[in-house]
């Protein structure tokens, strides 16, 4: 049957042509959001939508949506959206996001060019700074189209690099005009890479994802004194490094105690004045707590702070911290799980259920329409590292699930 399988070769080759796409002197891939190498990927991905005779839409937030709205859908308001993201990590892999939006446009494509005629509108969307790398917090601009971040706020928005979201995405050619949430989906389904080890350790081949951890981003800001890292005993120093190196034991130690599983990241770490022989004056870093149960989460952010005083006066510092993220776990929608283990045992393929443990963007769109995800296996669960890997024959099997449950979910009005 025609349109029964995606175009194998079409895919894989998009996903190699779009992670060639912003790597810099040393081979690194690093598409941080609105930045010149994001134009190149969003330039390359909206002339494959065109290609595909897509209406390309890009809304004030600079999400972008590749529309097909074929003759017997054209009343029907609610699109079945799929989506994710093409913005990366620094040195990122090249599935992260990619495979899920190339995946989209891929499954438009063969349902389109196999003569199938949806009820609804089917549309891919490649969300804006999901990463959160560039601009907290991360999966923004998918936040901002569920309603749950103002737009205008969201363009005020300082990088790490002191640049303004709103001038870069003007700046780049993606500051576009639609309202946010312009198109409430009937339904979202997010094809990922998993980013973890499970479903390669069981030999399982889709993760049928059926809720996904909570999520709490803060910075945190200790001064001390700087002084002269010979003549200074250790009983008269204000030493910001060292506190800060106790933070992150901390955090270790608590996350290996645990009765869920808490993780818990100090991923960029600044001392000023960052000298060999100066004892550190202040130490900047960001803390990464995640966990699947909200009361546990909470637990450890208060934890945490009941710490950090603690250390304040230990160390004889003084300690600051910024909420960057905060984002509940959520639940998906069971039907669309279901959907997708039918999807799987139909084609002879294995499946569980599973947690995400990293954020999505359907994490957010869950706010607005029924959702849910469906994982493929990652090579030794490595992710955000250019080792990120998964072989061909799981990214297509991934990607003709994601074209039944699209078919099923697009046949008739439920
Ligand atoms: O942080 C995350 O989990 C995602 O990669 N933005
Ligand atoms: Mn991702
Ligand atoms: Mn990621």
């Known amino acids: 049957m025609t349109g029964s399988s995606v175009n194998a070769k079409r895919l894989l080759g998009r996903l190699l042509e779009l992670g060639s796409i912003g790597r810099d002197d040393n081979g690194r891939l690093i598409r941080l ?3 010149d190498t994001d134009k190149l990927g969003r330039d390359c991905l909206t002339s494959w939508m065109r290609e595909a005779g897509l209406e390309v839409a890009v809304d004030r937030i600079g999400n972008v949506f590749g529309i097909w709205t074929p003759s017997g859908a054209a009343g029907s308001t609610k699109p079945l959206m799929m989506g994710s993201h093409i913005d990366t990590v620094i040195n990122a892999g090249i599935f992260d996001g990619c495979y899920g939006v190339l995946s989209g446009l891929e499954v438009i494509e063969t349902l389109k060019t196999g003569g199938f005629d949806p009820v609804r509108p089917i549309v891919v969307g490649a969300f804006t700074n999901e990463e959160g790398v560039r601009y907290a917090p991360d999966m923004m601009g998918s936040l901002v189209y569920s309603g749950g971040l103002d737009v205008d706020e969201a363009l005020a928005t300082v990088g790490t690099d002191g640049s303004v979201l709103g001038d870069e995405l003007a700046r780049i050619g993606y500051a576009g005009t639609h309202e946010p949430g312009f198109m409430q989906p009937h339904a979202y389904v997010e094809l990922h890479i998993e980013q973890g080890p499970l479903l390669e350790r069981e030999g399982v081949a889709v993760g049928a994802v059926e809720n996904l951890q909570g999520i709490s981003w803060q910075k945190v800001t200790i001064e001390g004194d700087a002084n002269h890292a010979g003549t200074t005993p250790i009983s008269m120093r204000r030493d910001a490094g060292l506190a800060a190196a106790r933070v992150i034991t901390f955090l270790r130690e608590r996350a290996k105690a645990s009765i869920t599983p808490t993780v818990a990241t100090v991923g960029r770490m600044e001392f000023e004045p960052n000298a060999i022989n100066v004892i550190p004056s202040k130490a900047t870093f960001t803390v990464d707590l995640r966990d699947p149960d909200e009361d546990r989460l909470l637990a450890e952010e208060s934890a945490l702070a009941e710490y950090l005083n603690k250390l304040a006066a230990e160390e004889q510092v003084t300690i600051s911290t910024e909420r960057l993220a905060r984002f509940k776990p959520v639940a998906f929608n069971s039907n669309i799980v279901a959907a997708v283990e039918v999807a799987a045992a139909a084609r002879g393929l294995k499946s569980r259920r599973m947690t995400s443990g990293a954020g999505h ?44 449950v699209v078919r099923k979910l697009t046949a008739s009005e439920d």
Request: glycine letters at 4%; hydrophobic letters at 50%.
């Open 33 to 35: 959001a609105a930045s």
């Open 361 to 404: 963007d359907a994490q957010m769109i869950a706010r607005i329409a029924p959702s849910a995800m469906i994982f493929v296996p990652s090579i030794a669960g490595i992710s955000h590292n250019p080792k990120e890997h998964t072989p061909d024959a799981d990214l297509i099997a991934g990607a003709n699930i994601l074209l039944d």
